[in-house]
Structures are given as structure tokens and as C-alpha cells.
């Protein structure tokens, strides 16, 4: 455990000791109060340099910590080997009946691999779903149902989307016409993002409130079932962009020679949008999330708060009697958390 903790300490020297406001509070916390001593968590998230820092955390809480890494991102082999030569327990499967008090999850990938005898902390809005229509006989807390997810989803998101379209691709920004499917958080980063280098942006959804909330901000909005409008707004984009939360969204409802026009076809979801009709290859990155093929996949700063309260779920799973089922990340300490970080960053007064 020395040798891992001095691994994140050397990590954490590359980062400004602001974007780890959050969680250099909650690990002066634990490493008083030991909250986590006893426990078993197994947890699932990109395993990036800073995902080693949210789990100092955990570790110098107490818990016995198991960690994996969702499917749609590969691990730096590099980082891997450190971090398993430091003492890191690292598995590229969740083993068989690994037994484990609470789960760190995200995406919904640990649904059906393992039961968790207290309960499970969920990040992401497409794992929200699939925890709800698994119902499940434990309780979930999803931190995507709270203003916090939005500072890592809308402004963190949208940022890196921006970054790494620019880094992966060497085109400009600039005047570009860009397709965005889904104006749910992260898809309002990315469009908000996009907004200082184009203003020829079309937003697609469903939604009355978000093709409401697109037009007042000055977007071309598309509700999704005009098909015939998706698809003329698809074959005049320069990129088109997949934000949904919604698995092969794009081969399920549209013809697919339409985006095939485009030039780029990015996909920002944990899961393909894209689908089967789309050749391989064709989408960037193997449609998987394009800002984690760059260094610093989202940053530190934005980060930093939603980290905060995926390993707060732990606290809240443990002292709570919560049903089961999925339930939110609590208003009152989510709001609170957003003001600290808006104070702090002098940013996301939109949210």
C-alpha cells in the first residue's frame, strides 16, 4: 500500500492543487475518520491518472479496494503496470462471485456480474438507465441524477470534446457545420463548446424542453422523429456527433447513408450510437468516446467535484437505509457542492 500511495502522491504533483479542492477535503476526512475500514468496493471507471487520485480516497479511508475499467476504454498499459506493481488489484473481468459491500460503477457495466451486499454509486446517465430498467434488489445512488454530474458532463464533457476533435483530427473548428444528436447534459457542453468557433450548429432530440432550451440559445433544433429533417441536417454536416446515452440510436431510426456524408462521425456515449449500419472504421475511434483517446480525458477541475461525491456514495450508502432501486445524489449537498466549485472556478454560472 506505501508503495501505491506514493505512485498517486508523485501523480498528483501535475496537478494544481485547485483542481483537487474536493478531494483533498474528503481524503483529509478519511484518513481522520477511517469511514471505510471493513468495506469491500469494487470499482469501475476509466483507470486514468486521475482516477488513482479518487481512489486514494478510498484507500486511505480503509476499504479493500477492487478495480476494473469500463469496456469502452482501453487502459494506458503503461499506467496499468505501475499501478499493479505498486499493489494496485486489478482485474479485466470481475471474477465469479467476487463478493463485495459496495460498487463504484460506471456506465452499468457491473449489472449482472456481481451483488453487492450494501449498494452501489452509479456516475453516468447511461448506467442510470440501466440500473432502472434492471430493477434491481439494492439500492443504487446515481450521480447523474444531480446539478454535480453537469460541471464533469456539460462543462468537462463539452471541453474535451472540443480539445480532442482538434488534437485527433489536426482540422479546424472554425465555420464547421456540426450535427449534435441528444442535448441532454453533455450534448449542451459540446454544442456550448462548439459555439465560440461556429455558430452553424443543429442540435437533435425528443424532448419539448430540450429543443426549447437549444432554440433560445441560438441553435438550428430538430426534433429526432422528423426523420426526413435529421437526415437532410446529417448530409450537410461536416461532423456529426452522437450524444444520446442510447445504444445505435442512429442505425435504428435513420438511413445511414444520410451521416454517411459527413466527414467526421464522432460518438460521445458509453455505448456505439452509431450501430451496425455504419462500416468499421468509419466513426472515429471505434465509436468509443473520442476524449479518451487524448491525454486528460476530461480535467482535473471538473473532475474533481463529481469524483467527490461518486466516493461520497459510500458514506451515504453505508449510514442510509435506502430502498432498493435508483435514487439520486441528494439536492442539498449536490447544490452546495456546484456554488463551492462556481465560487472557486468563476465558471458554469449557466448551469
Known amino acids: 500500500m506505501t508503495k501505491l500511495i506514493q505512485l498517486i502522491q508523485e501523480i498528483k504533483r501535475e496537478y494544481s492543487p485547485i483542481s483537487l479542492t474536493f478531494l483533498n477535503q474528503q481524503l483529509r476526512r478519511v484518513q481522520r475518520d477511517k469511514p471505510y475500514a471493513g468495506k469491500t ?5 476509466p483507470l486514468t491518472h486521475e482516477t488513482l487520485i479518487k481512489l486514494e480516497v478510498l484507500y486511505a ?12 476504454m482501453d487502459v494506458q498499459p503503461g499506467l496499468l503496470h505501475q499501478f499493479v506493481q505498486a499493489g494496485g488489484r486489478w482485474f479485466d473481468d470481475v471474477p465469479e462471485g467476487v463478493q463485495v459491500d459496495i460498487c463504484l460503477d460506471c456506465a452499468g457495466e457491473l449489472i449482472g456480474k456481481v451483488r453487492p451486499s450494501i449498494g452501489c454509486v452509479e456516475i453516468t446517465g447511461t448506467g442510470t ?26 462543462l468537462g464533457t463539452g471541453e474535451a470534446f472540443v480539445r480532442a476533435f482538434s488534437e485527433l483530427t ?13 442535448y441532454g447534459k453533455v450534448g449542451q457542453g459540446i454544442a456550448h463548446h462548439l459555439q465560440p ?26 426534433n429526432a422523429a422528423d426523420k426526413s429533417l435529421v437526415e437532410a441536417a446529417a448530409r450537410k454536416a461536416f461532423c456529426i456527433v452522437t450524444a444520446t446515452g442510447i445504444e445505435s440510436v442512429v442505425s435504428d431510426n435513420y438511413d445511414a447513408r444520410a451521416f454517411l456524408n459527413a466527414q467526421y462521425l464522432a460518438n460521445m456515449g458509453g455505448e456505439d450510437e452509431f ?23 476530461t480535467l482535473m477541475h471538473y473532475l474533481d467535484p463529481v469524483f467527490y461525491s461518486h466516493n461520497l456514495g459510500v458514506d451515504l450508502l453505508s449510514f442510509s437505509r435506502l430502498a432498493p432501486g435508483v435514487h439520486a445524489f441528494p439536492d442539498f449537498i449536490a447544490n452546495e457542492l456546484v456554488a463551492q466549485w462556481q465560487r472557486l472556478h468563476q465558471e458554469g454560472a449557466h448551469i
Open 61 to 72: 479511508g480503509g476499504a479493500e479496494v477492487l478495480v476494473t475499467s469500463p469496456s469502452f
Open 197 to 222: 468557433h461556429t455558430s452553424n450548429i443543429s442540435v437533435v432530440d425528443k424532448k419539448p424542453e430540450h429543443l426549447a432550451l437549444a432554440k433560445e440559445k441560438g441553435f438550428d433544433a430538430i
Open 129 to 154: 438507465n440501466k440500473y432502472t430498467a434492471a430493477n434491481i434488489d439494492y439500492p443504487v445512488i446515481s450521480v447523474d441524477m444531480s446539478k454535480v454530474k453537469a460541471l464533469e458532463a456539460m
Open 41 to 45: 468496493i469494487l470499482h469501475n471507471l
Open 275 to 297: 450501430g451496425a449500419s455504419f462500416p468499421a472504421g468509419r466513426v472515429m475511434c471505434g465509436a468509443k468516446p473520442i476524449n479518451f483517446f487524448v491525454d486528460s480525458p
Open 170 to 182: 489536426g482540422t479546424t473548428l472554425d465555420g464547421q457545420h456540426f450535427l449534435v444528436m441528444g
